[in-house]
């Protein structure tokens, strides 16, 4: 079962910052957030993670609660190109080492021009 | 360097045949995972791999799904006797060490069983 649950579907102005919203508050204190999205039913692409600090990169920044219970991925200027579904993700850990990403259903964003 | 390869992109079965999609890894990557995802749903874990070696297989159903990597050539996801319950599309990612990197995935293939 998933462990985080997000909005079905967002929209956001073209040139405006979008802001996805993931809750996960069962998540544990070494489990990191993940955040992917995919476009048009192509194979998914990662797009950041983050553990306990706020993260950047050239694509998205990524606001995790101090509590860890809820994070935000914060896209500073969507473009058309990032209609996409987001997943966010909570990489899990199991006996043996072994780690998994579990995945939810995940937010549609829709970027208006 | 070439991304995650997966083929054949589009495969349509009939009840009752083998379906065999295959997946080979980005260069220098050594560690394999199949995904399933259903029409409007998320991506479904199925099996984690290394060459040679299944790490994780707490997804795959326990009937008539098989999944290797071997030390030379793709890793390869065998359906058996396939039911259009199976209709769906299979992600394969890669990463050069375990999930604590980002794995990244293939175009995936779409398999459609009549």
């Known amino acids: 079962d998933a462990k985080t649950t997000q909005p079905p579907s967002m929209d956001c102005a073209e040139g405006r910052a979008a802001n996805l919203p993931c809750n996960h508050s069962?998540?544990?204190?070494?489990?990191?957030v993940y955040w992917y999205r995919q476009i048009h039913s192509q194979g998914p692409q990662y797009i950041i993670h983050?553990?306990?600090?706020?993260e950047t990169n050239e694509m998205a920044s990524l606001i995790i609660t101090e509590d860890r219970k809820s994070s935000t991925l914060i896209l500073p200027h969507a473009t058309l190109r990032d209609t996409a579904v987001y997943y966010c993700?909570?990489?899990?850990?199991?006996?043996?080492?072994?780690?998994?990403?579990?995945w939810g259903l995940g937010t549609s964003l829709a970027v208006n021009p | 360097n070439a991304g995650v390869m997966q083929n054949p992109r589009h495969l349509v079965r009939r009840r009752g045949q083998e379906a065999r999609l295959r997946c080979s890894p980005m260069?220098?990557?050594?560690?394999v995972y199949w995904y399933r995802q259903l029409p409007e749903e998320g991506l479904k874990f199925m099996v984690y791999?290394?060459?040679?070696?299944?790490?994780?297989e707490s997804g795959m159903p326990k009937e008539r799904f098989s999944a290797e990597f071997p030390k030379e050539g793709p890793s390869i996801l065998r359906i058996q006797q396939v039911v259009r319950g199976d209709s769906a599309a299979y992600f394969c990612?890669?990463?050069?060490?375990?999930?604590?990197?980002?794995?990244?995935f293939g175009p995936g293939t779409r398999l459609t069983v009549l």
């Open positions: 993700i909570v990489r899990v850990e199991f006996a043996g080492n072994n780690r998994k990403l579990i």
């Open positions: 791999l290394q060459k040679e070696n299944i790490i994780d």
């Open positions: 983050g553990l306990k600090n706020n």
């Open positions: 990612a890669s990463s050069p060490r375990d999930i604590y990197n980002e794995q990244f």
């Open positions: 260069k220098g990557h050594s560690h």
């Open positions: 069962t998540i544990s204190g070494n489990e990191y």
